[in-house]
Every structure is written in structure tokens, then in C-alpha cells.
Nanobody
Framework: QMQLVESGGGLVQPGGSLRLSCAASGFTWDDYNIGWFRQAPGKEREGVSCVSSSTGYTFYAGSVKGRFTISRDNAKNTVYLQMHSLKPEDTAVYYC???????????????????WGQGTQVTVSS
């Protein structure tokens, strides 16, 4: 059974940092691009960052570029999202997702992702 499990969310003050983890099981990890998405109350789900399977290519949404860093540890079947300089507008449920369009760079289109985690809450507030 293909499964993704996020962890690392929580409450942090503005300007603080968090690291989210996305652990995968039940599928051939190396064949999948991984993306992070988020959804705030009353808003549509938006792409945050993604990392490609074989090349290590990464992409960031403009709103997080320079503050967030995505990385993957293939030995642990885990992708991380390191978040710095957090802002109240970063508050959302964060999801990781996997897709296996072979030989394609990752994209932040949620419609191409096949497997989703359950999400982890990130709240940025003083």
C-alpha cells in the first residue's frame, strides 16, 4: 500500500523555523517526484515546492523562495521541507504528494500527483 506520512508541524512565532518530514512506504521511492502543497482555511490548495526523482531538480513557489528548502534522502525514503523566516500567511495544513511521470521534472500542479499524505498543521502566530 502506497503511503505518505507528514510530520513536524506545529505552532511557531513569526520569524521562526520548522522542518517538515514526509516519509514514504509501499512504492519505489526513486521513481517518484515529490511535492509539498499547503491549504489555508477558505483557500485553494497551492504548491509550495517540489523535488524531482532522479535529477534532484527543485522548484519553489515565489512566495517561499529563499525561505524554504526542499531536500530528499533516498536512503530513508524521506523528503524534508526546511522552513525559515515563517510568516503568519504561511499558516496552513501542509501536504506532501508523489507522482511518477517518468523522465519529467517536478511541477506544482496538484492534478498530476497520485499519492497524498494526511497533512500536518503549521501555525505561525505570536
Amino acid at each position: 500500500q502506497m503511503q505518505l506520512v507528514e510530520s513536524g508541524g506545529g505552532l511557531v512565532q513569526p520569524g521562526g523555523s520548522l522542518r517538515l518530514s514526509c516519509a514514504a512506504s509501499g512504492f519505489t521511492w526513486d521513481d517518484y517526484n515529490i511535492g509539498w502543497f499547503r491549504q489555508a482555511p477558505g483557500k485553494e490548495r497551492e504548491g509550495v515546492s517540489c523535488v524531482s526523482s532522479s535529477t534532484g531538480y527543485t522548484f519553489y513557489a515565489g512566495s517561499v523562495k529563499g525561505r524554504f528548502t526542499i531536500s530528499r534522502d533516498n536512503a530513508k525514503n524521506t523528503v524534508y521541507l526546511q522552513m525559515h523566516s515563517l510568516k503568519p500567511e504561511d499558516t496552513a495544513v501542509y501536504y506532501c504528494a508523489a507522482e511518477n511521470r517518468l523522465f519529467s521534472l517536478c511541477v506544482l500542479n496538484p492534478n498530476v500527483y497520485d499519492v497524498w499524505g494526511q497533512g500536518t498543521q503549521v501555525t505561525v502566530s505570536s
